[in-house]
T-cell receptor
Framework: KAGVTQTPRYLIKTRGQQVTLSCSPISGHRSVSWYQQTPGQGLQFLFEYFSETQRNKGNFPGRFSGRQFSNSRSEMNVSTLELGDSALYLC????????????FGPGTRLTVL | KQEVTQIPAALSVPEGENLVLNCSFTDSAIYNLQWFRQDPGKGLTSLLLIQSSQREQTSGRLNASLDKSSGRSTLYIAASQPGDSATYLCGREGGSEKLVFGKGTKLTVNP
């Protein structure tokens, strides 16, 4: 069974640009969650999508947005990039009901110059 | 605000030693407590999931326990090996944020 995949694995952007990251969950999983990991703040929850609807949202500005498609694949978009957006962005998938194990992808390393 | 704390932040042990990693959380309204390991620059690998109705889970040399009343979970690693060297993270699920993580414990097992 294939794991969670994320593309691209590495990205370099400049301030003010926008970026789109992609996450393909494990087959059969309907929930995709996104996290930002930085050395200073650690892992922080961005948002969760379930059956194409945003179900939960963390405390991030509106520049961070996402969506989920009918095949459960999800994209995350960051507009007007700032230097502080440099981070490892991780997505996790699960069946989406409570008591479900979360499985993480390898992450996308975003560097903003 | 939900908070998760992991102690110690770093731990260095000789190979073969048994060790305990600690995770504490402030809100006892919890669905799951999940332990992960993360190798440098990589994603998270799930180790153990403890549901709120459970007290512990075991997988090989790993044993995790959950005490909701005291807001604590421990990860016990038996007979540590150099390959166990990684950062160990606990994540608590139980609220509007899918998983709230601690800052992790960086474990180094010396041969």
């Amino acid at each position: 069974k294939a794991g969670v995949t994320q593309t691209p694995r590495y990205l370099i952007k400049t301030r003010g640009q926008q970026v789109t990251l992609s996450c393909s969950p494990i087959s059969g999983h309907r929930s995709v969650s996104w996290y930002q990991q930085t050395p200073g703040q650690g892992l922080q929850f961005l948002f969760e999508y379930f059956s194409e609807t945003q179900r939960n949202k963390g405390n991030f500005p509106g520049r961070f947005s996402g969506r989920q498609f009918s095949n459960s694949r999800s994209e995350m978009n960051v507009s007007t990039l700032e230097l502080g957006d440099s981070a490892l962005y991780l997505c996790a998938s699960s069946h989406g009901t409570v008591y479900n194990e979360q499985f993480f992808g390898p992450g996308t390393r975003l560097t903003v110059l | 605000k939900q908070e998760v704390t992991q102690i110690p932040a770093a731990l260095s042990v000789p190979e073969g030693e048994n060790l305990v990693l600690n995770c504490s959380f402030t809100d006892s309204a919890i669905y799951n407590l999940q332990w992960f390991r993360q190798d440098p620059g990589k994603g998270l690998t799930s180790l153990l999931l403890i549901q709120s109705s459970q007290r512990e889970q075991t997988s090989g040399r790993l044993n995790a326990s959950l005490d909701k009343s005291s807001g604590r979970s421990t990860l016990y690693i038996a007979a540590s090996q150099p390959g166990d060297s990684a950062t160990y993270l606990c994540g608590r699920e139980g609220g509007s944020e899918k998983l709230v993580f601690g800052k992790g414990t960086k474990l180094t097992v010396n041969p």
